[in-house]
Nanobody, 117 residues
């Protein structure tokens, strides 16, 4: 059974940086596309970025240039580097996995990011 554990969230000032981690357990990491989504207070969950087993990446257009997703296959971990953070980036950040064999999707519990002005 796939499990995802996010970490790295916290409080940061506007203009600062954070790196989120998503640790993957319970299945073959190379079978999964890993993505990040976020949900701000009172808003719908939205796509942030995703990375394939071959490290092809895709980003939400407004976040290109500030956010970078990467994966370390030796550690079964995906990272989200967030730079030049803005108050509107405040949200709970979730990672998810999608297994390409059967499209099974699993979500982590989320990590809170708060950007202060």
């Amino acid at each position: 059974q796939v499990q995802l554990v996010e970490s790295g969230g916290g409080l940061v000032q506007s203009g600062g940086s954070l790196r989120l981690s998503c640790a993957f357990f319970g299945d073959k990491f190379a079978w999964h596309v890993i993505g990040w989504h976020r949900q701000a207070p009172g808003k719908e969950r939205e796509f942030v970025a995703r990375i394939t087993p071959g490290s092809s990446t895709d980003y939400a257009d407004p976040l290109k240039g500030r956010f970078t997703i990467s994966r370390d296959n030796s550690k079964s971990t995906v990272y989200l580097q967030m730079n030049n953070l803005r108050t509107e980036d405040t949200a709970v950040y979730y990672c998810n996995s999608e297994r390409f064999t059967d499209r099974q999707i699993t979500w982590g519990q989320g990590t809170h990011v708060i950007v202060s002005s």
